[in-house]
Every structure is written in structure tokens, then in C-alpha cells.
């Protein structure tokens, strides 16, 4: 019955629902014990040849009025029980699903995507079942089976009573051998459906490469060996759960054996009559439910238990980054100042950066240049704060960057990774996302700024298109200036590019380019790119290898030094001028 207390916070933040719930259907178990009494009473009645008309309709009113109060007690308990339950999964899905926004890039790196919606699908669907069917349960088999053994007592014999009862304590043995061992089956249950969910998603994300490569078979294969790993393990789980019905069966069976010697020896002794043994044998009968319950309320607890610690667990996690109580929130401007000694990234051994160093004054644009791997994507993330465990300083305007909100920070920033995301909705409200009352206008000025306007109109229905799931229906050229447009429509003081013109050709790079420096004179920009035209017009170009700044000057400096930067470019000018694609097997 752990999970009960683990949940006690809820229980006490919606005590007065369950209060009403609990005697709703103390009501209902109550009028359950007349029929059976009543059947008993008309037996005797009929027995003794004593019913008459007028007692026929009294009982039987009796009856209606029974049924229609259980009526009412039963709407009640299913609306506030079944309302607490809801009430539950609402709050735990909004602080799931909020907890996961908070949390860094650490954290998605440890939990696999499908992992992440087994909890916040299968598991949340758990815990729901213990505060719905879980309390229902627990207590309807007390009330329905403390009432009902009260009722056999006072109206049908004690001693009968305590004899019928006497198989009952090896329910609660059972229980407790199975109830253990399905806490652990249901622990691996849970966890396999999280490796299926994983598979799932996986191969679902990557099916166009699965099938480029010719490994829709070697997949499936793949696929079906976890479902059947999945199987076997719930297999172990309905065979321990499926142990508990016919162990009831075998007590409700002993139960009515003993009632019906002990029961008829005692009619035939005078005892008790034969409408009392009546009563009592139909109140066994009602005394069946909680005794299955029991199995039932097993299944569930467990399951439940299995499915809280899971997303407690997750819950439980911390965010590396951490916002100061002091925190400013207010949108950021001035000099960027960029001074960290080392940075390695959390279970890594190796040191991604050494020595950055560099300022970069408002209004000004820095390029970031080299090889795959050389680092320029971290230099990026350290300064978006994915990351502060680094040795150094990062400043901007006059305040270290750990002193904004992340909300602060990042509402100054517009971001374009080097992997688009797009969101299953329309060209409009892709490129809005961030600021969702942005009108035709401000949407047609950021789309024409990304030399995507063009291609929009060309559209079936232009900025009303749908794009698909992740942008599915749309070129990578496209995908690339629509992230664009959605970060410039933000007017953000600072806009990063990373690697994000990449899909463009080389006329629409120069372009948008000449967009940016029209329309961003005063702002802050940067970009990292392999392709060296991209960054050519930069105020400074950094070329960072193995982590460090190994060049750095204008694009004209560079050139003059003769070194990697140099022979980038003329290698990128030569596949330009034969009509190949640029030279990338030495830049990211």
C-alpha cells in the first residue's frame, strides 16, 4: 500500500472530493444489504404462509427505494473518485511535461525519446488507475465487506458469521506472496514497454533512411525480437496476476461449503430459519466482489507503485543549469565578451574548448570556420547557456550571462541550429512560433528577409500551406530559410547561424546575407559556417580547431596568412568555378 502514501500529498490537496466520494459509497454498500434481507424476510413470509398483498408491495417498494438510493450513491462516487482521478492526471502530465522543458541538454542525451513518452503516457495512466479505480477499489471492499459481515451478523447469526469467515485469512496470505511478486514483474513490464516505445519511435523517425539503405527487414527483425521480449515478460505478469481469481474462487468456494453444513445444521436445529440462511448465503454472495477486488486492487497498486517511482525518478532529476534568485530578466544588449579557459562536456574525459577568447562589439559580426568536430557548435551552445560547467567568463553588455534568466537571455537571442525543426502546422505559424500575434505583414517582411517569400507564393496555398511533420513536405533549402524567417521575425539583438545556410545555393546565401547586413546594422550577429562566402564580410573570422582559435582576422588577414583559412577558400573558389559543390571535407 505504498503508493497510497506516496500519493498522500494529492489525497490531502483533495481530501473533501474523496471524503464525498468514501461515503457515497458507504451509502451505496448500504443499501446493497437490503435486498438480500429482504429476499429473506419474503421467504420466511412465504414459508410460514403469512405474505399478503399489502406486504408483497411494501417489501418490494422497500426495494425500488434501495435500488434508486444506490443509484444516486453511485453517480456520486464515480463523479468525485473518478473526477480525483482525472484531477491527478492533469497535474502530473502539466508537471511532467513542464519539468521537461526546464531540463537541459544532459538530460534528453540520457533518455531516449520513446523512454520519455512511456512515462508520460503508460506510466501517468498508472498512477491515474490508483487514485481512480485503486481508491474505488480499496475502499468499496472494506466498506461493501464491513458492512456485509455486520449485517450477516445482526441479522442472520454470529456464529455462522466467524465459521464462514474462517477460510479468509489465507486471501490475505495469497495477496501478500503475490501482491510482492508482481510489484517486480510489473517493474520490468513497464520498462520493456519503454524499450518497444523507444523501437517504435526510432524506426518510425528514421524510416526514410531504413529504407534507403535497404534495412526495412534487418528493422522489422529487430523489432519484432523486443516485441517478443515484451511478451514474455508480460506473460510473467498475467501469470502471477492470474493466480489471484481462482485462489478466490477456491475460498468463496470453501466459504460456501461451510455455509451451507454449518448453515442447514443450524435451520434444522431451529437456530435460525430458513430466510435467514437465504440471506446469508446471498450475502456471501456479495461478500465475492471485495474478495476478487482484492486480487484487482493488487494489480493496480502494483502497477502504479512500478509506474511513481519511474516518473519520480525522472522528476527527481536537476538541470546543471541554474538560474540565480537575483536573476535579471529584461532583454539583453551591448559587446559580447567571450573568455573561457576550458570547457569538457559532462561524462566526457576530453576537453572540448581551450582558450576562446575573443569581444565582439554591438552591431558587429563574428564568423566561426573549421573542420567537422573542431568545436564552433560548442562555442555557440556555451554561450545560449545548454551548458555552464565551463571555466571562464561570458559576458554580455555588462552582465555575466549566468546573471539573465533563461528566459531573458534567450528571448534576446534568435537561434538557427544546423538541424531545422519544423512544427506540424502551417508556413505562417512556423515562421510566427515565437511570437504567435505577429500579423501578415511582419510575417511576409522576416520571409522575404530569408529569401523564402518567393518559393511561399509558389505554394498551393502560400503561407496557409502545411508543411507535414517536421517539415517533410519542404526542400532542406526551404526547411533552412523558414528557421531563419522564425528567428528574425523576433528582431532578436543577437541572431546565430549555425551552419544554417548550408542547404542554400551559393546565390541565395549571398542573398540572404545581404538581407542581414541591410536589415541587422545595428545588431549583433554570428555565424558559423563550412562554407567560407557565408562569413567572408565578418567583422572577424574565428577558425577554431580541436577546440582552440588557431586564425583570426578579417577575411582579408586570413587570406594573407596562408594557412588553413587560405587554402579553404581557394579550394572552395576552384569547385565554384568547375560547378561542384563546395569543398566540406574540411569544414563542418
Known amino acids: 500500500m505504498g503508493i497510497f502514501k506516496k ?7 483533495e481530501k473533501k472530493r474523496y471524503i464525498a466520494g468514501i461515503l457515497f459509497l458507504l451509502v451505496a454498500d448500504i443499501a446493497g444489504l437490503v435486498p438480500p434481507r429482504v429476499i429473506g424476510i419474503l421467504a420466511d413470509l412465504m414459508n410460514d404462509r403469512k405474505l399478503s398483498l399489502n ?15 444506490q443509484y444516486i450513491s453511485r453517480y456520486g462516487w464515480r463523479n468525485m473518485i473518478w473526477g480525483g482521478a482525472a484531477t491527478l492526471e492533469r497535474e502530473l502530465r502539466s508537471r511532467l511535461f513542464g519539468h521537461f522543458l526546464k531540463m537541459d541538454e544532459t538530460f534528453f542525451q540520457r533518455h531516449r525519446t520513446g523512454d520519455l513518452m512511456a512515462h508520460a503516457t503508460n506510466d ?3 498512477i491515474q488507475n490508483v487514485a481512480g479505480s485503486g481508491i474505488l477499489t480499496f475502499f468499496d471492499s472494506i466498506l461493501t465487506g464491513g458492512t456485509t459481515i455486520i449485517a450477516m451478523m445482526i441479522f442472520v447469526d454470529w456464529r455462522l458469521t466467524l465459521v464462514a469467515l474462517i477460510p479468509m485469512p489465507l486471501l490475505a496470505v495469497s495477496a501478500r506472496v503475490l501482491g510482492s511478486r508482481l510489484h517486480r514483474a510489473f517493474g520490468e513490464s513497464q520498462a520493456a514497454f519503454s524499450r518497444l516505445n523507444d523501437k517504435t519511435q526510432e524506426s518510425v523517425s528514421g524510416i526514410k533512411v531504413i529504407k534507403t539503405f535497404g534495412q526495412a527487414d534487418e528493422d522489422i527483425d529487430d523489432f519484432e525480437k523486443i516485441v517478443d521480449r515484451t511478451i514474455d515478460i508480460n506473460r510473467k505478469v498475467y501469470r502471477i496476476d492470474s493466480l489471484f481469481d481462482p485462489t478466490t474462487s477456491l475460498i468463496i468456494g470453501l466459504t460456501y461449503a461451510i455455509t451451507i453444513i454449518y448453515g442447514g445444521w443450524l435451520v434444522t436445529t431451529s437456530t435460525i430459519t430458513l430466510g435467514q440462511l437465504i440471506s446469508f448465503v446471498s450475502y456471501i454472495g456479495t461478500l465475492v466482489w471485495p474478495m476478487f477486488a482484492i486480487g484487482r486492487l493488487f494489480n493496480v497498486i502494483e502497477r502504479g507503485n512500478a509506474s511513481y517511482d519511474r516518473v519520480y525518478e525522472l522528476l527527481g532529476e536537476k538541470s546543471l543549469i541554474k538560474e540565480k534568485s537575483n536573476a535579471t530578466d529584461h532583454l539583453i544588449a551591448g559587446d559580447i565578451s567571450y573568455h573561457v579557459a576550458s570547457f569538457t562536456y559532462p561524462d566526457d574525459e576530453e576537453t572540448s574548448l581551450r582558450q576562446i577568447d575573443f569581444d565582439l562589439g554591438a552591431g558587429k559580426t563574428l564568423g566561426l570556420v573549421g573542420r567537422v568536430g573542431a568545436g564552433k557548435t560548442t562555442i555557440l551552445k556555451l554561450l545560449l547557456r545548454e551548458f555552464d560547467n565551463y571555466d571562464g567568463e561570458i559576458k554580455i553588455g555588462v552582465k555575466n550571462v549566468k546573471d539573465y534568466t533563461l528566459e531573458g537571455l534567450l528571448s534576446s537571442i534568435g ?6 525543426f519544423l512544427f506540424s502546422t502551417t508556413v505562417r505559424d512556423n515562421i510566427r512560433f515565437a511570437s504567435m500575434d505577429k500579423d501578415q505583414d511582419e510575417v511576409e517582411s522576416a520571409a522575404k ?5 518567393e518559393d511561399i507564393q509558389g505554394f498551393s496555398r502560400q503561407y496557409d500551406t502545411l508543411v507535414g511533420e517536421k517539415g517533410v513536405s519542404l526542400s532542406g533549402g526551404q526547411k533552412q530559410r523558414l528557421a531563419i524567417s522564425r528567428a528574425l521575425i523576433t528582431l532578436p539583438e543577437i541572431l546565430i547561424l549555425d551552419d544554417a545556410l548550408s542547404a542554400v545555393d551559393a546565390k541565395t546565401e549571398a542573398e540572404i546575407l545581404t538581407n542581414l547586413k541591410a536589415d541587422r546594422h545595428q545588431k549583433t550577429t554570428i555565424i558559423s559556417s563550412h562554407r567560407l562566402s557565408g562569413v567572408m564580410n565578418a567583422d572577424e573570422i574565428l577558425v577554431i580547431d580541436e577546440g582552440r582559435i588557431v586564425e583570426r582576422g578579417t577575411h582579408e588577414q586570413l587570406l594573407t596568412l596562408n594557412g588553413w583559412y587560405a587554402e579553404m577558400w581557394r579550394r572552395q573558389q576552384l569547385a565554384a568555378q568547375l560547378g561542384v559543390g563546395g569543398a566540406e571535407d574540411g569544414a563542418e
Do not use: M, R
Open 415 to 420: 537561434y538557427v541550429p544546423q538541424d531545422n
Open 55 to 69: 406486504l408483497l408491495f411494501t417489501w418490494v417498494g422497500l426495494l425500488l427505494g434501495a435500488a434508486i438510493v
Open 124 to 126: 501517468l495512466n498508472a
Open 449 to 453: 528577409q530569408s529569401a523564402i517569400h
Open 7 to 13: 500519493l498522500g500529498w494529492f489525497f490531502k490537496q
